[in-house]
């Protein structure tokens, strides 16, 4: 059965320093998706970055990068530069059958809360 | 262009109450989903949709039922509401053509059953 596991409840980081994010994950299926989410506060899911399983090359959105190892089976991600904006709590999720359905399941992790430092 | 809208955005219920929660989504996707968010965790699956007339379990489907109305709405009855399902609902739809796969959420309905 697939599984997501972040095991940082909480960090805190000064502004404008680099700050990584751990997931590992758990799975059988060669094809998967992996997907980062940001909540802030106010509570609505926004989406930030995606990785396939057959990505050649790690993916990077802005300031937001993931770190994708494949053999230890994590999928960290890495924002640059912090800023007070990025305080939220940040969900870790897998999709299995990358390329079938859209509507495959999508399990999430327990998340991480991001806490910016001024 | 709204997104995923979901209604309503507060509920109070009292135990064995039913009730049904609606989203909609204007984006023409295929799938939708259900996802509720007890505090602190992560979004637990509920039902999913992978397109009009069909319906699938995900993680935990008991105690609620799901109809795809349309391409465009997707709701969620609770029947005989308990106090275990206090929590935070949210809906999304996802179109498999988007290379991300990505979900797009609604702002979600906070529901708490006394």
């Known amino acids: 059965a697939q599984k997501i596991t972040q095991t940082q409840p909480g960090m805190f980081v000064q502004e404008k320093e680099a700050v990584t994010l751990d997931c590992t994950y758990d799975t059988s299926d060669p094809s998967y998706g992996l997907f980062w989410y940001k909540q802030p506060s106010s509570g609505e899911m926004i989406f930030l970055i995606y990785?396939?399983?057959?990505?050649?090359q790690n993916a990077t959105e802005g300031r937001y990068s993931l770190n994708f190892q494949k053999a230890r089976k994590s999928a960290n991600l890495v924002i640059s530069a912090s800023q007070l904006g990025d305080s939220a709590m940040y969900f870790c999720a897998m999709r299995e059958q990358e390329g079938y359905s859209s509507a495959s399941k999508i399990i999430f992790g327990s998340g991480t809360r991001l806490s910016i430092r001024p | 262009n709204a997104g995923v809208t979901q209604t309503p955005k507060f509920q109070v219920l009292k135990t064995g109450q039913s009730m049904t929660l609606q989203c909609a989504q204007d984006m023409n996707h295929n799938s939708m989903y259900w996802y509720r968010q007890d505090p602190g965790m992560g979004l637990r699956l509920i039902y999913y949709?992978?397109?009009?007339?069909?319906?699938d379990k995900g993680e935990v489907p008991n105690g609620y039922n799901v109809s795809r109305l349309n391409k465009r709405e997707f709701s969620l009855r609770l029947e005989s509401a308990a106090p275990s399902q206090t929590s935070v609902y949210f809906c999304?739809?996802?179109?498999?053509?988007?290379?991300?796969?990505?979900?797009?959420f609604g702002p979600g309905t906070r529901l708490t059953v006394t």
């Open positions: 999304a739809s996802s179109e498999a053509t988007r290379p991300a796969y990505e979900q797009y």
């Open positions: 949709s992978a397109s009009e007339g069909t319906t």
């Open positions: 990785q396939g399983s057959y990505d050649q």
